[in-house]
Structures are given as structure tokens and as C-alpha cells.
């Protein structure tokens, strides 16, 4: 059976780490560094502020971190009034909503960003579970968020997907027993399935999911051969 849905936020629901890079030079480029987007990628992407902030400052106290952390927020807040949902998005969400899957948002972004976000995107109202791990412990890579997640949704790990963007994100979701579906927004293929992700889409239109859908709501149980 097919219960549950957690979705990342940034890269996932909406590609946003264009902005999220843009957001990032400019405030360091008032310091006088510069960030390249490879830098990004491989250091930045997907991980909560506490996480790279102490890659970009690890000689910088942690009220300074955090100062930084809230200035970059806002910066990216201003540059994205309106967000687009990646596609295939809004098809997803109307046939849990109308199956009866529960869904969850499990994002490292802060509270005030994942508010921010799914209001640009109009879906305000869409999601009753919003995990944001600040409000917890431990963020991604670690699997806590997912595992609060299936706990929100009173669902098992075997009868639920989630999709991330991200290596720590992918991470997490696969620590945490949960079929992962990678989005190539941000990651290559191969490394997302290095990472843990068990299928890899361009965005949520792709045949392969759906017959992955299809399949688990079958009752059929997730495939025993992992799609790549």
C-alpha cells in the first residue's frame, strides 16, 4: 500500500537553488568572497543553515552565524515573490488528495522560508504537516526529520516515497527506510543513487513514478528491483 508522501521543499517542490546561490553571493560578495555555484553544490545545497554556515565561517562565533543565516533568508525571500511548482507537481498532490495518502513537507529550510514558499507557490493550504528542522534535534542528513515525518502521518517506512533533491536530503530519506525518489534539479543521477535514492525523475510528470504509484497502490509493495 502507498500511505504517505514527504516531499523536500527547495529543489523539490519548486527549484529554488538558483535564488538560494544568488542570495548567498550577494551578501558574501559585500564581505568580499566569492562563492561559485560548484562551491554550492557540493558544500551548500541541501543542508541547514547551522551546516554551512560553519563551512563558510568556521572561525566566526555562532551569533554570527546565525546573523548571516538571517540576513540570506530574507535576501532570498525578496527575490522570490512567486515561485513556479515544479511540474507534474499539482497532478501528484490532487491524487493523494483525492486516494487518501497522507502528505508531509520535511524541509532544513527554516519556518519562516517554508511559509514563504508554498504561499509563492499557492499552496499555503495543501500540506498539514510542515517538518522543519530547526524545530528539531537533528536535520538532514540525519534521518530524524523523515522518521518524525512518518510519525505525523501514522504511516511505515515500506508504504511510503519520499522526494528529495539533495545529497543530505536523499540521505536522510533512505536512512530512514523510506523508497527515495530523486529530482535532478540540483544532483546528476548517479549521484543522487550514490547517495541512497532508489529511482531518479526529472520532475513529477515521469512515467516511471507514476507506474511506481500505480504498483504500490496495487498493493503490490515496492518493486524488487530497484528502478535508476
Given at each position: 500500500?502507498?500511505?504517505?508522501?514527504?516531499?523536500?521543499?527547495?529543489?523539490?517542490?519548486?527549484?529554488?537553488?538558483?535564488?538560494?546561490?544568488?542570495?548567498?553571493?550577494?551578501?558574501?560578495?559585500?564581505?568580499?568572497?566569492?562563492?561559485?555555484?560548484?562551491?554550492?553544490?557540493?558544500?551548500?545545497?541541501?543542508?541547514?543553515?547551522?551546516?554551512?554556515?560553519?563551512?563558510?565561517?568556521?572561525?566566526?562565533?555562532?551569533?554570527?552565524?546565525?546573523?548571516?543565516?538571517?540576513?540570506?533568508?530574507?535576501?532570498?525571500?525578496?527575490?522570490?515573490?512567486?515561485?513556479?511548482?515544479?511540474?507534474?507537481?499539482?497532478?501528484?498532490?490532487?491524487?493523494?488528495?483525492?486516494?487518501?495518502?497522507?502528505?508531509?513537507?520535511?524541509?532544513?529550510?527554516?519556518?519562516?522560508?517554508?511559509?514563504?514558499?508554498?504561499?509563492?507557490?499557492?499552496?499555503g493550504e495543501r500540506f498539514k504537516h510542515v517538518?522543519?528542522?530547526?524545530?528539531?534535534?537533528?536535520?538532514?542528513?540525519?534521518?530524524?526529520?523523515?522518521?518524525?515525518?512518518?510519525?505525523?502521518?501514522?504511516?511505515?517506512?515500506?508504504?511510503?516515497?519520499?522526494?528529495?533533491?539533495?545529497?543530505?536530503?536523499?540521505?536522510?530519506?533512505?536512512?530512514?527506510?523510506?523508497?527515495?525518489?530523486?529530482?535532478?534539479?540540483?544532483?546528476?543521477?548517479?549521484?543522487?543513487?550514490?547517495?541512497?535514492?532508489?529511482?531518479?525523475?526529472?520532475?513529477?510528470?515521469?512515467?516511471?513514478?507514476?507506474?511506481?504509484?500505480?504498483?504500490?497502490?496495487?498493493?503490490?509493495?515496492?518493486?524488487?528491483?530497484?528502478?535508476?
Open positions: 500500500m502507498l500511505d504517505a508522501l514527504l516531499f523536500d521543499l527547495d529543489g523539490t517542490l519548486t527549484d529554488t537553488d538558483k535564488l538560494h546561490l544568488l542570495a548567498m553571493q550577494q551578501l558574501l560578495l559585500e564581505d568580499g568572497r566569492v562563492l561559485t555555484e560548484a562551491q554550492f553544490d557540493a558544500h551548500i545545497s541541501g543542508r541547514a543553515n547551522a551546516d554551512l554556515c560553519r563551512y563558510l565561517f568556521p572561525d566566526r562565533p555562532l551569533a554570527e552565524h546565525q546573523a548571516f543565516a538571517d540576513r540570506k533568508e530574507a535576501r532570498f525571500r525578496a527575490l522570490s515573490p512567486t515561485l513556479q511548482p515544479t511540474a507534474g507537481l499539482l497532478r501528484l498532490l490532487a491524487h493523494a488528495e483525492e486516494t487518501g495518502i497522507g502528505m508531509a513537507v520535511v524541509t532544513n529550510a527554516p519556518r519562516a522560508n517554508a511559509v514563504h514558499m508554498l504561499k509563492a507557490m499557492g499552496l517538518l522543519v528542522a530547526e524545530e528539531l534535534p537533528r536535520a538532514k542528513p540525519d534521518p530524524l526529520p523523515y522518521l518524525t515525518g512518518l510519525e505525523c502521518l501514522q504511516a511505515q517506512a515500506s508504504h511510503a516515497l519520499a522526494f528529495e533533491d539533495s545529497m543530505p536530503g536523499v540521505t536522510a530519506a533512505s536512512r530512514a527506510g523510506i523508497f527515495t525518489v530523486g529530482l535532478a534539479t540540483s544532483q546528476t543521477p548517479e549521484a543522487l543513487i550514490a547517495a541512497g535514492a532508489q529511482l531518479v525523475i526529472k520532475d513529477f510528470e515521469d512515467p516511471q513514478l507514476w507506474a511506481l504509484i500505480t504498483h504500490m497502490q496495487a498493493g503490490a509493495g515496492l518493486p524488487r528491483d530497484k528502478p535508476c
